[in-house]
């Protein structure tokens, strides 16, 4: 569950990069920071459980996709086939870890 609440919270304050301007607009700019301080501070307490590399590998693995589709759906951004395909080999990544990976608590 903190791992989870790790990479909605990163995918939210990373949403608002393009918003904050450089951080030069408050608001978006504030939506980043407090995204990523939630983001690292869940992230940390999940790896009392989950070893770093595999909690890692899995916070940007699933990072990664939600933003390129949220990119896709909100900023007119194009997936192409190749991105689509190289979204599909991560999100396949992250569920062999967490399906098949003893190194995961189920």
């Known amino acids: 569950m903190l791992l989870s609440a790790a990479i909605v919270a990163e995918v939210f ?3 608002f ?3 904050s301007e450089g951080f030069t607009r408050l608001w978006p700019s504030l939506a980043v920071i407090g995204g990523y301080v939630v983001a690292f501070y869940c992230l940390s307490l999940a ?3 989950v070893p770093v590399g595999i909690a890692y590998a899995i916070w940007a693995g699933a990072g990664v996709a939600l933003i390129a589709v949220i990119g896709w759906l909100f900023l007119g951004q194009a997936l192409d086939a ?4 190289g ?3 991560i999100v ?3 569920v062999v870890l967490n399906v098949f990976s003893d190194s995961v608590p189920h």
């Open 47 to 49: 790896l009392r459980e």
């Open 92 to 94: 396949a990544g992250v």
């Open 82 to 85: 190749a991105a689509v395909a």
């Open 13 to 15: 304050g990373t949403s």
């Open 87 to 89: 979204i599909g080999l």
């Open 17 to 19: 990069l393009k918003a």
